[in-house]
């Protein structure tokens, strides 16, 4: 009897070890695939995002276009995104959004989601309550215009 509980303690010992080591390559996963821990972490991110930037680099700084929340942008959801509902104020739009907007063939743009448990650029389920939105236009390759929308 005493082999046999043994036994048992060890397979008990050995399955909260793999669960431990599972649990700790996943959050390196997600770490490695981009979002954020914590609300500071992402706004230091986008900081670090400039005009002109290499849309390749979005993906180091945490801003990952395969997690859930991220969208990316044809031209045409890109004008559906940014257009004003009156000329009037396309005509006050970012001069970055308008010349981005004039490059069709070039134009897009890069959507992220702020909240929802599992959903937006965050790792952590206590952020679900951040709303809004993070865009980022994207003419040729480079980043044209950032803006958070929403919130």
Not at 25 to 54: I, N
């Amino acid at each position: 009897m005493g082999t046999l509980k043994r036994s048992a303690i060890i397979a008990v010992i050995g399955a909260m070890l793999l669960g431990a080591a599972l649990f700790a390559w996943q959050r390196e996963q997600t770490a490695a695939r981009g979002g954020f821990a914590s609300l500071e972490a992402l706004r230091a991110a986008y900081a670090r995002v400039t005009p002109g930037m290499p849309v390749a680099r979005l993906t180091g700084l945490g801003f990952d276009r395969t997690r859930p929340g991220a969208e990316t942008l044809s031209y045409l959801g890109t004008i559906e995104f940014f257009m004003p509902r009156n000329s009037g104020d396309f005509d006050r739009l970012d001069p970055a959004i308008l010349s981005c907007l004039a490059a069709a063939d070039r134009c897009g743009a890069y959507v992220f989601r702020l909240g929802g448990a599992g959903a937006g650029v965050f790792d952590m389920a206590a952020h679900a309550a951040v709303s809004g939105r993070i865009v980022f236009l994207v003419k040729s390759g480079r980043v044209a215009y950032k803006e958070v929308v929403g919130g």
